[in-house]
T-cell receptor
């Protein structure tokens, strides 16, 4: 049972480059989330998907887009990376009003 | 505006003592409150969930209290061990609106042997 799997684990981008962070869960959860974590800031919600076919903005959505490809997969895209997007990104999934399961994170550096 | 506050300063305690971490919130009406543990370089791991109509929840050496009048949760680790050293995050689960957990910034606990 893999839980929540994120790829890649590490990435370095140049300013202006684009990339997609992948996330997949095998627990049949309806809800999936993307958070970013910066020192002293805690986890901040970027986008979430309450169910397959729906996505909603979180606290810090600017500069990002998401796709809920199917029930298992929820991807996060940076169209034109900026140094301010240097962060650790976590994907999570859960049924409503229960515990969240997190991936191992993607450490992204934009130079 | 909505705010969740956890003590940003690290908490240092001796092995065997009880660690108490605080989570305060404003402008929220959470239906549930959750606590997570996060180790360096890893994703958060769920520990406990408490509902708004519950005062206290226990799991082994862990205890959580939830006071919706004070808008505060306390997280206790009894008989602490060096292996308990980590960052602990509280998260609020709203009753309505955005159906996503909102996290505090976490408190780092260091248990000295």
């Amino acid at each position: 049972n893999a839980g929540v799997t994120q790829t890649p684990k590490f990435q370095v981008l140049k300013t202006g480059q684009s990339m997609t962070l992948q996330c997949a869960q095998d627990m049949n959860h309806n809800s999936m989330y993307w958070y970013r974590q910066d020192p002293g800031m805690g986890l901040r919600l970027i986008y979430y998907s309450a169910s397959e076919g729906t996505t909603d903005k979180g606290e810090v959505p600017n500069g990002y887009n998401v796709s809920r490809l199917n029930k298992r997969e929820f991807s996060l895209r940076l169209e034109s990376a900026a140094p301010s997007q240097t962060s650790v990104y976590f994907c999570a999934s859960r049924p409503l009003h229960t515990e969240a399961f997190f991936g191992q994170g993607t450490r992204l550096t934009v130079v | 505006s909505q705010k969740i506050e956890q003590n940003s300063e690290a908490l240092n305690i001796q092995e065997g003592k009880t660690a108490t971490l605080t989570c305060n919130y404003t402008n929220y009406s959470p239906a549930y409150l959750q606590w997570y543990r996060q180790d360096p370089g890893r994703g958060p791991v769920f520990l406990l969930l408490i509902r708004e109509n519950e005062k206290e929840k226990r799991k082994e050496r862990l205890k959580v209290t939830f006071d919706t009048t004070l808008k505060q949760s306390l997280f206790h680790i009894t008989a602490s061990q060096p292996a308990d050293s980590a960052t602990y995050l509280c998260a609020l689960d709203p009753r309505t609106g955005r159906r996503a957990l909102t996290f505090g910034s976490g408190t780092r606990l260091q248990v000295q042997p």
